[in-house]
């Protein structure tokens, strides 16, 4: 079965972090780039972040710049959203999306067109 499975939410008070996995099972990610979204609860899904086939390259939405980082482990088959400093606005549910062939890159921060996505992990953050 293919799926991608995120790992790694849960509560945080501001100004701290956390680090959320996502795994592939089934299929190998060095094909395909992540993509990260988050739907906070009444908003639409917004990009994150996204990270090219290599892993050399990687693109964020303002809202993260600088917080954020994007990385994959391919021999892992596993990339990861190390996030710091966090703030209440970045809570939300946190999606991972695999794109074959890496294309989906450079239409950042579009998410059509992502061929598998996992079922999401919680990321709140609060005092």
């Known amino acids: 079965q293919l799926q991608l499975v995120e790992s790694g939410g849960g509560w945080v008070q501001p100004g701290g972090s956390l680090r959320v996995s996502c795994a592939a099972s089934g299929f190998t990610l060095d094909e395909y780039a992540i993509g990260w979204f988050r739907q906070a609860p009444g908003k639409e899904r917004e990009g994150v972040s996204c990270?090219?086939?290599?892993?050399?390259?990687?693109t964020y939405a303002d809202a993260v710049k600088g917080r954020f980082t994007i990385s994959r482990d391919n021999a892992k088959n596993t990339v990861y959203l190390q996030m710091n400093n966090l703030k209440p606005e970045d809570t939300a549910v946190y999606y991972c999306?695999?794109?074959?062939?890496?294309?989906?890159?450079?239409?950042?921060?579009?998410?059509?067109?992502?061929?598998?996505w996992g079922q999401g992990t919680q990321v709140t953050v609060s005092s």
């Open positions: 999306a695999a794109d074959l062939h890496g294309m989906q890159y450079f239409n950042f921060p579009d998410s059509a067109g992502y061929e598998y």
């Open positions: 990270i090219s086939m290599s892993g050399y390259s990687s």
